[in-house]
């Protein structure tokens, strides 16, 4: 699983990377939209557009249709897991010749699936949605905010035929985007510092109250050093630091977003090399690479705005090769 996480943090990294406004070559983007889909519930993957097609003139622009629809999936997916495992339980403990079949295909020999089982199980669940649509749900939040100036006047840069600051974009701002930023920007991370700092004495306990902590809440501390249980949140918020270059940054000049998207990776490294968070050498070494490949990704993205690559396709295929070859690696 941790290494499973530690894809999914590069990936949607990478993804990231896809928002800024760089020239890239589209060898590069193909790569940023297939590590975006196989590493997080994006728009690749989980696109709604054709679903909302017939009502396009019908009510809100789809735009603001699919921020709502995002912005209610965690609640959804809750509620469709809570359904499955409650049917589950009882499908389980009943006592007909389908719930025998059940617990001998489930259970060893003489277990019992408990309400605390089914209830663990929902939790683990909604943990694991949490992980891999945060960074999708940030930037749902924030792309209601992105705006660019346009002959004086700002639109929508998702869909620059939408106009910010006007009543409809403001109901939207003040509905959907600061409550998703609220919930899923701040408030997710804090209730999962929660989670953990109650339970940190009995993280890495041995026994059975050891073990109901790892199994229930593991996928957000395991893998990490004792010291480091907190971990999974310095990786949220450099995700949500990233999207928010790219979202704010729109009002500075290219460069300066760049740069504060490398200052943002620069010091990920130097907190990665100096507190080393993972229990396993090969934990760290892992998440050292994929925070290396984001930064020669995006300081190397910086030279298509030079002279050189310009006028000079020869150099534009050395940086667009040096990008690849360092990801692949």
């Not at 290219?254 to 990920?268: D, K, N």
Request: net charge positive; charged share 15%; hydrophobic share 50%.
């Amino acid at each position: 699983s941790m290494m499973f996480k530690t894809l999914a943090s590069y990936g949607q990294v990478i993804g990231i990377a896809s928002l800024f406004p760089y020239k890239w070559p589209p060898e590069i983007l193909r790569f940023f939209e297939f590590m975006d889909a196989i590493t997080s519930v994006s728009d690749r993957i989980l696109n709604t557009d054709c679903a909302l097609e017939e009502r396009r003139g019908q009510g809100l622009p789809l735009i603001y249709e699919k921020a709502i629809l995002y912005m209610m999936a965690p609640p959804i997916f809750i509620a469709c897991a809570a359904g499955v495992f409650l049917v589950s339980h009882a499908c389980i403990n009943s006592k007909n010749r389908f719930g025998t079949w059940l617990r001998n295909f489930f259970l060893k020999k003489g277990e019992i699936w408990t309400h605390s089982d089914t209830k663990r199980c929902m939790i683990v669940a909604s943990i694991v949605a949490m992980v891999i649509l945060h960074p999708t749900l940030v930037r749902q939040a924030m792309f209601l905010l992105m705006c660019v100036e346009i002959e004086d006047l700002f639109y929508l840069r998702k869909d620059v035929q939408l106009q910010c600051l006007t009543t409809e974009h403001d109901l939207m701002t003040i509905l959907v985007a600061i409550p998703g930023i609220l919930v899923y920007v701040l408030g997710w991370p804090l209730l999962v510092v929660q989670l953990l700092k109650k339970r940190k004495h009995k993280l890495h306990l041995k026994g059975i109250a050891g073990h109901q902590a790892r199994s229930t809440y593991g996928f957000l501390y395991r893998g990490y050093a004792s010291k480091r249980y907190y971990w999974e949140v310095v990786i949220m918020l450099r995700k949500t630091m990233m999207v928010m270059v790219a979202t704010f940054g729109l009002r500075a000049t290219v460069p300066t977003q760049g740069l504060l998207a490398l200052f943002v990776i620069s010091m990920s490294l130097a907190a990665h090399l100096k507190l080393k968070p993972h229990e396993n050498e090969t934990l760290d070494k892992l998440e050292f690479y994929g925070l290396s490949a984001a930064f020669i990704t995006l300081y190397f993205g910086m030279f298509f705005f030079t002279d050189d690559v310009v006028f000079a396709p020869w150099w534009g295929f050395v940086v667009t090769f040096t990008i690849m070859f360092t990801n692949s690696l």
